[in-house]
Each structure stands twice: as structure tokens, then as C-alpha cells.
């Protein structure tokens, strides 16, 4: 199966959009790709920061963009906008570092005002890196996604479904097989 690399550009560590990402990355293991995550946040603020290329942790993920056949790209929405955080990652990849690579765009954020960042934000940026497809993304509001004392995430009936099957024809793009429903 696919290598797939599951970014998420949130710059809390609480992060509902990390959270998400993480469920919805036991789901894709479930259709038999590897998943590697990445949290942004977890790079070196100064090297982010300072543009520098060359240092061995955006080596790494550059390394990561390069090694996987499909990337998830999740962030949070702010003030109509994909993460500042995000960007600063993406502007110190390659130009084509997403060439021939199947991307899933996901967001969520407070209200549903933010809907079109996916498609008038983000998506053009991912083109402009060379995606070879970007499948249909998807946006979740926050009250839709609540953490238990645990830390375990739950997501409304509604968009849980809805994010399945998203992930479902991403994996599907990536030439993955289908779940059976008992697995889903």
C-alpha cells in the first residue's frame, strides 16, 4: 500500500485538528497504508522562522514530503486562512515538493464562515506545488469535535461519516481497497 504523510500545520498542542488527524490516520492504517505523522509544531520555531533550509529537522521533513506517495494536510482556519505555522513549512519545501502526490486538504475551525479557505486558501498553494491530484477536501467545525478526560477524541455523527468517507476515497485515489463496513 501507499506511504502517507499526515501533516498537521495546528500550532497548539492541544489541537483538535492534531487529534483529528491522528483518528483519521488509524483509519487509512486500517486500509493498509503507513502512516507517518507529522505536527508542525514540533519543528524548531527558529529554523521555521529563520528560513533555514539546511537544518537537519527540515531536512527531515522534506525528506518525509519526498518519501510519501500521498500527504494529508490538516490545519486550523484563522481568519479565513490556513495556519501561519503551515505556511512556514510549506515555504521551505521545494517548489514541486507535492509532484505526483495524491493530497487530502482538511480543516477545521469555529464557524462555517471558513468553509471556502480549503478551495480559495489552501488549495491553490498545494497546486502551485505540483499536486498530482487534490481530492475533494473537507471542513469540520470545532463544536464537532470534543475531547474526553482521556484525550480521546469524539466526533459528531454527522461529520464522522462524512469524514470517513473522505478518507475513504482519498485512500481509494491513493490505491488503497475498500473498508468492509464492520472494519469502518
Known amino acids: ?65 519526498a518519501r510519501a506517495d500521498g500527504v494529508v494536510i490538516g490545519t486550523p482556519i484563522y481568519k479565513a486562512a490556513y495556519s501561519g505555522l503551515l505556511k512556514s513549512l510549506l515555504d521551505l519545501l521545494p517548489q514541486y515538493a507535492l509532484e505526483g502526490k495524491t493530497v487530502l486538504p482538511l480543516a477545521t475551525g469555529g464557524t462555517t464562515a471558513h468553509v471556502l479557505a480549503i478551495d480559495y486558501a489552501l488549495r491553490p498553494v498545494l497546486n502551485s506545488m505540483g499536486a498530482g491530484h487534490i481530492v475533494q ?29 473522505v478518507v475513504d476515497r482519498f485512500s481509494l485515489a491513493l490505491g488503497g481497497t475498500p473498508l468492509l463496513a464492520a472494519a469502518g
Open 1 to 65: 500500500m501507499a506511504t502517507v504523510l499526515s501533516v498537521s500545520g495546528s500550532p497548539s498542542a492541544t489541537s483538535r485538528t492534531a487529534r483529528l488527524l491522528r483518528h483519521l490516520d488509524a483509519r487509512l492504517e486500517r486500509h493498509g497504508h503507513e502512516v507517518i505523522p507529522l505536527d508542525v509544531r514540533t519543528l524548531p520555531a527558529g529554523a521555521l522562522l529563520g528560513a533555514d533550509f539546511a537544518h537537519p529537522a527540515i531536512t527531515r521533513a522534506t525528506a518525509l514530503f
Open 137 to 165: 477536501g473537507w471542513f469540520t467545525l470545532d463544536k464537532d469535535l470534543q475531547t474526553g478526560p482521556d484525550g480521546a477524541l469524539t466526533i459528531a455523527p454527522g461529520s464522522a461519516e462524512a469524514l470517513a468517507q
